[in-house]
């Protein structure tokens, strides 16, 4: 009898077959950094065609105010990724600094917008960091009708273009470090990234692709995309389109995008009760990412963390998180 396999079981097949090609890290520092360079050209091309050039920001500030109980101040503002391009954004400064400090750039999870999270960002400001809160695309004032309606109807035709959803919000975000880089408060070398969930899978993207980001921190959001289809796609609804970078799973996995930090610091946070990043995978990352730091000779600056905690920012990982970008980015 002839057995009635599903488009699930084939994918999910599929995917094993491409893993078990997948080769461990080198341990010689030489080998693992021709591994890393060969990879990231190939990432680069499954992210999707960018522009080639920078146009000018052209900032607008909309509005300030203060925040009640923090010595913070917070601009509302606009800039330009590209000509037709306008991202929405928050930033949030400190009232008392001296010099220039470092700057952060915060991403949100999916369909969270850029006033999500008052109370961590103004927190985190409050420290002595200019903290940069964007709308993704689809997200907050950058919707038009609906988060999910909009992905599910315009990604499709971004890849037919030759973009994806992770590609164009990348770009958006090195227009992010841009911004702050160009602010005269802000120190040009210290510029660190933090996310949750679908913002933390954009936290470590960028951080892969550009060096300028010296520090970089995700909070339920990783995992291994092998863990991920054997253990989610047939779960059924998912929602966020950008979790899938098109045609990566020919080339390597997560731990492969992850390596490209190495040895800048990184730090890694997971919930145990998460079903959208199976802890498996979770394990097998920072399992992974632990020999890669060893072989550059930084082991310290790779730590990772797992809570029985909420797919959220919680207080025990903005705690971990706050500690260091102090340790690293002050």
């Known amino acids: 009898m002839v057995k009635n396999y599903s488009i699930t079981d084939n994918l999910q097949n599929y995917a094993r077959k491409l893993a078990k090609k997948r080769k461990p890290f080198p341990e010689k520092l030489e080998e693992l950094k021709k591994r890393n360079q060969n990879f990231k050209e190939k990432f680069l091309q499954c992210l999707g065609d960018m522009p080639e050039n920078r146009y000018s920001l052209n900032v607008q500030v909309r509005d300030e105010f203060k925040l009640d109980n923090y010595p913070v101040i917070c601009h509302s503002i606009l800039y330009q990724s590209e000509p037709d391009v ?40 409050s420290q002595g960091y200019i903290v940069l809160v964007p709308d993704c695309r689809f997200v907050g004032e950058r919707k038009t009708y609906s988060s999910e309606s909009e992905q599910f109807n315009l990604v499709p035709i971004a890849q037919l273009l030759g973009k994806t959803f992770m590609g164009m919000n990348s770009w958006d975000n090195m227009r992010a470090i841009d911004y702050l880089q160009s602010r005269e408060d802000t120190d040009k070398e210290r510029i660190g990234v933090i996310g949750c969930c679908w913002g933390g899978m954009q936290a470590w993207t960028l951080a892969a692709i550009d060096e300028r980001v010296k520090v970089a921190i995700a909070i339920n959001g990783t995992s291994t995309y092998e863990a991920l289809i054997r253990e989610f796609s047939s779960y059924g609804y998912h929602d966020c389109l950008g979790t899938y970078i098109p045609g990566l799973l020919k080339y390597g996995d997560i731990p492969d995008i992850l390596a490209l930090i190495a040895p800048r610091p990184l730090l890694l946070m997971n919930n145990i009760n998460d079903w959208w990043f199976p802890v498996s995978g979770y394990l097998k990352v920072c399992q992974e990412l632990e020999k890669v730091y060893q072989t550059y000779g930084a082991p310290e600056r790779f730590q990772h963390f797992l809570y029985a905690t909420i797919h959220d920012y919680p207080p025990e990982s903005v705690k971990e998180a706050t500690a260091w970008f102090k340790k690293y980015l002050k």
């Open 86 to 125: 306008t991202v929405p954004a928050l930033v949030y400064k400190p009232l008392e600094f001296k010099g220039k400090i470092p700057g952060i750039l915060f991403l949100g999870g999916w369909v969270q917008s850029k006033w999500e999270y008052r109370s961590v960002t103004a927190e985190l400001s």
